[in-house]
């Protein structure tokens, strides 16, 4: 069952299903024995779960598995759902895979599909070094690709899920690729290439679990953000191939810039015309996969309060 249906049902209610286990700590109760402290998710809810008196194999069960089948019953804290864990497996395999595209853990499109894609787009950019450089970073580099490939886009607030990365570096370029046929000014392969790199510093910054799925940032994801990380991966590859110094700098201003403005994490303003249409479509997409997933949790009809969006989202009836 969706987790944002719960609260239509009564204390007592017995849930079953594989959920994400978003949060999972051990601490200690009043009477002296250990207990999981959880978070238990979909694409819908989060709530809060105890698992009382967890026994010690259970903990690295939780610790070791993003996505879980649980048994639990519905209580109420303040008016608000809160489950007591019954019990918890291990999904099967092919379970995994299903529940992933449900919970809206997974890529809507395939990931092969995504990464033909994208090297679709390679394929059509006509100016020599940003061909090169675009074709060792996302196809002569096995390693970094393979990555690139599955990882998320975020940590929680758009495209956190796998393949997310690749999803919105994608809606990114192909927008891109629209919009430069509306606008002849436009440098077509500089600004496709901005988009495709926009990101790749998020490979770096976003921890993922066994899964791929999300789990927080790594330490340098902490202290240098995907923005920083990205920027020194470009310059390290256009050294590499020796791409010119006009080039590399410019590419290095659209990934310093693409964020806008410094409260929203970027050092400078986009200064340069394809720097700010990457600011753009950079921000059209996380504002709309935002969107959805706001649309997601509540039916038509319905308003969902989005922290992320500062204002009500209304999920018109069509
Ligand atoms: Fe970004
Ligand atoms: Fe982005």
């Given amino acids: 069952m969706k987790l944002g249906d719960l609260i239509k049902n009564p204390k007592g209610f017995k849930v079953t299903g594989i959920y994400r286990v978003s949060r999972f700590e051990v601490k200690t109760a009043k009477n002296g024995k250990a207990y999981g402290d959880c978070l238990i998710s979909d694409q819908s809810f989060d709530v809060p ?7 010690g194999d259970m903990v690295g069960l939780f610790q070791n598995n993003g996505l ?30 299903e529940s992933l595209q449900s919970l809206g853990l997974m890529a809507t499109h395939s990931l092969e599909s995504m990464y033909t894609r994208l090297r679709t787009i390679i394929a059509g950019v006509e100016q020599p070094m940003l061909k090169q450089l675009l074709m060792h970073i996302f196809v002569e580099n096995k390693t970094f690709a393979a990555k690139f490939v599955r990882h998320p886009g975020a940590v929680k607030n758009h495209h956190a899920y796998i393949g997310g990365l690749l999803q919105h570096t994608l809606e990114v370029a192909e927008n891109a690729l629209a919009y430069c046929g509306h606008n002849a000014r436009i440098n077509k392969d500089l600004l496709v290439s901005a988009a495709l790199i926009h ?11 066994a899964l791929g799925l999300p789990v927080g940032f790594t330490k340098e994801g902490k202290l240098l953000r995907h923005i920083s990380l990205g920027m020194e991966q470009i310059e390290a ?8 110094e006009e080039i590399n700098v410019i590419l290095k201003h659209c990934i ?8 929203w ?6 200064m340069v015309m394809e720097a700010e249409i990457l600011h753009y479509l950079d921000n059209l997409s996380a504002k709309a996969e935002q969107f959805a997933r706001e649309e997601d949790k509540v039916e038509p009809g319905e308003f969902s309060k989005s922290y992320l969006l500062r204002r009500d989202v209304y999920r018109a009836i069509y």
Avoid at 237 to 244: F, K, L
Avoid at 265 to 270: L, R
């Fill in 237 to 244: 590859a256009c050294r590499e191939i020796g791409v010119n």
């Fill in 199 to 209: 990101d790749i510093g998020k490979v770096r910054e976003i921890d993922i679990d």
């Fill in 265 to 270: 994490g970027s050092p400078v303003e986009p």
């Fill in 49 to 55: 779960a105890k698992y009382w008196d967890i026994p």
């Fill in 256 to 263: 310093l810039s693409h964020h806008g403005m410094p409260e």
């Fill in 68 to 97: 879980l089948r649980i048994e639990a019953t519905l209580d109420y804290f303040k008016e608000s759902p809160q489950l007591t864990i019954d019990g918890v497996k291990i999904p099967l395999q092919q379970d995994i895979d």
